[in-house]
């Protein structure tokens, strides 16, 4: 915050729009880009971690829209004591939108999450 108060004050000084703009983009790419990769290391990925009754679907999908490779579980809700699948499915930060949007396509009711993974390595990813 107090980033954007500095940049939007140079605008009156140096009267000049396009030096903003810069300084609005480098603030926003040090910030996002280059502190994730400080904090979660350069290998850094996501984990989608999805819930659904259709597994095998899932993971059709996932991998004809998204190209990557989905781990299937099955199990047991807890509170419907009704047949789950658990699917893991590791990609990266710009490719979780296309994860997500696969899983919407397939089953509304489905459970998302997505957390960070500090390293992922194996096929597609970079290896150990």
């Known amino acids: 915050m107090i980033d954007l ?3 939007l004050l140079g605008w009156p000084v140096f009267g000049d729009v396009d030096a ?3 300084g609005l983009i480098a603030t ?3 910030s996002v880009v280059v502190i994730d990769k400080v904090l979660y290391g350069i290998r850094a ?3 989608a971690i ?3 009754s259709d597994g095998k679907k899932m993971a059709k999908v ?3 829209n998204a190209d990557r490779g989905v781990t299937l579980i099955e199990a047991i809700g ?3 004591g009704q047949q789950k699948s658990v699917l893991l499915c590791a ?3 710009s490719e979780a939108y296309t994860v997500q949007e696969a899983v919407r396509k397939t089953d509304e009711t489905a459970f998302l999450m997505f957390t960070e993974t500090s390293e992922v390595f194996g096929e597609g990813f970079k290896h150990p």
Do not use: P, Q
Request: charged share 10%; net charge positive.
């Open 50 to 52: 999805i819930i659904t």
């Open 28 to 30: 926003f790419l040090a």
């Open 91 to 93: 990609c990266s930060k």
């Open 5 to 7: 108060a500095v940049i």
């Open 78 to 80: 807890g509170y419907t």
């Open 62 to 64: 996932i991998r004809e």
């Open 20 to 22: 903003v703009l810069y």
């Open 45 to 47: 990925g996501t984990l």
